[in-house]
């Protein structure tokens, strides 16, 4: 069984670009999260979508934003960017995102925004 | 905001020897989750351990949870040098009334291990 696909991998964008990150959970997964790593804040919760809906959003500005499909891959995207966004961003898959359900994650895309 | 903390922030050891973690958090949570993460990897998943439950093993690790002093500690028995990795702890807190269900994992800092031959 496949795990969590996160493309791309690696990614250079230039400040005020945008970027979409692309997300495949595991199959049968239903709920898929997004997380941003860095050195300064850790890990941190982007948000989390079950079928295709928003369920939770983390303390992130508007410029991040994401959407599930209907065959629950997903996609991230940060408009505007800033050095500050440069990060390691996770993503993980579960299979109804209820508590108890092991979330399983990705390699993750490293973004540098130079 | 970092609801664990988690101690020491590093760990040297040789291989063969036990190696102790420790995870403290804040809230009340309906599960807690360790992950290994090896340098610029993704998240792999340990162990989870419910609030319920008070002690889990797999394999070399052992993971034990005492809600009365909101920590949690991961043990791994006759480590190896492929250990050496960052070890977070995540906790799944219960939901609150503005929030709607779903999963939200709140991580600790982590521990990096280093295990040498």
């Known amino acids: 069984k496949a795990g969590v696909t996160q493309t791309p991998r690696y990614l250079i964008k230039t400040r005020g670009q945008q970027v979409t990150l692309s997300c495949s959970p595991i199959s049968g997964h239903r709920s898929v999260s997004w997380y941003q790593q860095t050195p300064g804040q850790g890990l941190q919760f982007l948000f989390e979508?079950?079928?295709?809906?928003?369920?939770n959003k983390g303390n992130f500005p508007g410029r991040f934003s994401g959407r599930q499909f209907s065959n629950s891959r997903s996609e991230m995207n940060v408009s505007t960017l800033e050095l500050g966004d440069s990060a390691l961003y996770l993503c993980a898959s579960s299979l109804r995102g209820y508590s108890g359900n092991t979330i399983y994650f990705g390699e993750g895309s490293w973004l540098t925004v130079v | 905001s970092q609801q664990g903390e988690e101690d020491p922030q590093a760990l040297s050891i040789q291989e063969g020897e036990n190696a102790t973690m420790n995870c403290s958090y804040k809230t009340s949570i309906n599960n807690l989750q360790w992950y290994r993460q090896n340098s610029g990897r993704g998240l792999v998943h340990l162990i989870l351990?419910?609030?319920?439950?008070r002690e889990k093993h797999s394999g070399r690790l052992r993971v034990t949870l005492d809600t009365s002093k909101k920590s949690s500690s991961l043990l791994i028995t006759a480590s190896r040098a492929a250990d050496t990795a960052s070890y977070f702890c995540?906790?799944?807190?219960?939901?609150?009334?503005?929030?709607?269900?779903?999963?939200?994992?709140?991580f600790g800092e982590g521990t990096q291990l280093t295990v040498n031959p």
């Open positions: 351990i419910r609030s319920n439950e």
């Open positions: 995540a906790t799944d807190a219960p939901f609150s009334l503005w929030e709607t269900s779903g999963s939200r994992l709140t």
């Open positions: 979508y079950f079928s295709e809906t928003q369920r």
